[in-house]
């Protein structure tokens, strides 16, 4: 019978793990000694510091990141379709939310794998909680292109469609590039679309703040390498 793959959820930053990880998953986390994660370093950190009772030594790790081979996923399995359970763990928040792993959750499902969500952080759903934004209709598109002639593009493409769908789209960047796609945003929407910017969410800088595009550029925040959710939503 094969094992279960357990989707680990991870912090989204140093801090106080008490409010991001309950006690029933460190429980499940416990009970572990194979893990598939993004980061090996990052992931024995997160283990020590939850209090795991096997010795690190003794965990196995094996890696899924964006340089991960489709065909490498095969291995990554076995493990599982010989019985043992196992866990993903991301490099923060949630396993395939914006993070490999979907391939790899795909994969378990045609083969008869358990999979099991566990409940954590994400940045994303956080974000639009806190928003007061459109909850009942949304899209996330990820990463906006790098190119500033795409990205001015891409904006446009999404205030027009936040309109006419009424749904809020959501969207992150790199943190270094936070304030470029900042200022695009507030030189190329409308005065009156809404924008949220959740930075830090569940840190101890955490910020989040919904304005109007007029009122943004009246009062330019520095989100500059700070981890941030953008939230857009024109009427």
């Avoid at 763990?89 to 395939?96: M, T």
């Avoid at 378990?108 to 409940?119: D, E, F, Q, Y």
């Avoid at 205030?159 to 790199?174: G, L, M, R």
């Avoid at 595009?213 to 700070?226: E, L």
């Amino acid at each position: 019978m094969p094992g279960i793959l357990y989707l680990i959820p991870s912090p989204l930053g140093p801090g106080d793990l008490t409010y991001v990880v309950p006690q029933g998953v460190r429980l499940i986390i416990s009970t572990l000694d194979t893990f598939i994660v993004e980061n090996a370093k990052t992931a024995r950190q997160y283990l020590a510091k939850i209090g795991v009772h096997t010795p690190l030594q003794k965990i196995s790790f094996d890696v899924l990141d964006e340089h991960t081979r489709p065909a490498e996923l095969t291995g990554l399995i076995r493990p599982l379709l010989s019985g043992k359970n196992v866990g993903l763990i991301s490099d923060a928040g949630c396993p395939a939310v914006a993070d490999p792993g979907a391939d790899l959750i795909r994969l378990a499902h045609a083969n008869g794998i358990r999979v099991v969500p566990l409940v954590g952080a994400s940045a994303i759903l956080l974000a639009l909680m806190a928003s007061g934004l459109n909850g009942q209709r949304f899209a996330f598109h990820g990463y906006l292109p790098i190119n500033a002639d795409e990205r001015i593009k891409k904006i446009e493409e999404l205030e027009k469609a936040s309109k006419t769908f009424n749904q809020t789209e959501i969207f992150i960047e790199t943190p270094y590039r936070n304030g470029k796609l900042l200022r695009n945003l507030l030189d190329y929407c409308r005065k009156t679309t809404l924008l949220c910017l959740a930075s830090d969410i569940s840190l101890a800088g955490e910020s989040i703040a919904t304005k109007s595009i007029s009122d943004w550029q009246s009062s330019p925040p520095d989100i500059n390498r700070r981890p941030t959710v953008f939230l857009l939503y024109s009427t």
